[in-house]
């Protein structure tokens, strides 16, 4: 089942559509050495998507789960790009519906939210093949196209957004892949182009423009420790700044933001 690939009309030829897989970063990862800078593997029924941190990642019917890979990324630019490839996704949604414009956030590190909602996730797995060559990295998206989410008896997002609730036309499928395919692409040209130490000296300031956190009361889970405080911004590197009660400033890598007062 996990190969077999919906041949109903022409595909364009930088799209691998599944039936079915258990995750298409899972399968992109595995079948990396025959697939090209900027494919897609696309299906609409991912039975065992994994998210951020380890954690399951749920699909119902309606979400979109995609992986695109990207080869080459220079390993400096690595720390932090799930931002960047959330970038892409406000960028590609932007296109298509143009009535979400600057209202698409960040939260770090690797959602797309729409207002304070979760619209889409994105879990980046690089794999390096050696050094010159640069890191050819996976970036899976899960993006809420018409998905119904009432009937979810367990879910760890809540209160999940669908584009179908807030716009009139949801934009198709492939339309979709193709606009985030485009951007993942600019993106990862810049990157590779780039004479800067960290993506983030390129992309800093449109980065900063979307955090949805800023200035919000946070909990970030971290190694089971819950460190609460304000968000006050996200560094060169994409790590997040928490400012604690008694004033320190602690500054994360990675971690889960658990609570945000909205
Ligand atoms: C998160 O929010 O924790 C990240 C979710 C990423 C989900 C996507 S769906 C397509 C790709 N395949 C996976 O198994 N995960 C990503």
Known sequence: MDDSISAAAPLPPWLKWLESCSSTNTWAIEHLAQLDHGTVVFTRHQTQGRGQNGRVWYSPPG??????????????????????????????????????????????????????????????????SNLSNGTKLVVGIGLNHHADFTSLEISTIRNP?????????VPNEILILEKLRHYLLQTAGLLQSSQHSSCFSVLLSAVRDRDALLGKQITIELSGEQI???????????????????????????????????
Not at 111 to 127: F, P
Not at 161 to 169: D, K, M, N, Q, R
Not at 234 to 244: A, E, K, Q, T
Request: overall charge neutral; some cysteine.
């Open 63 to 128: 979400v979109l789960t995609l992986s695109v890979v990207l080869d080459r990324i220079p390993a400096t630019q690595l720390s932090g790009f799930s931002l960047i490839a959330g970038l892409a996704v406000i960028y590609a949604i932007e296109d298509l519906a143009p009535s979400l414009q600057n209202q698409l956030r960040l939260k770090w590190t690797n959602d797309v939210w729409l207002n304070q909602r979760k619209l889409a996730g994105v879990l980046c797995e690089g794999v390096t």
């Open 161 to 169: 957004a669908s584009l179908h609730e807030v716009v009139p036309i």
């Open 228 to 262: 609460s405080g304000e968000a006050i911004g996200i560094d060169d590197r994409g790590c997040l700044r928490l400012r604690l009660s008694d004033g320190t400033i602690r500054t994360f890598m990675s971690g889960h933001v658990t609570f945000a007062s909205v």
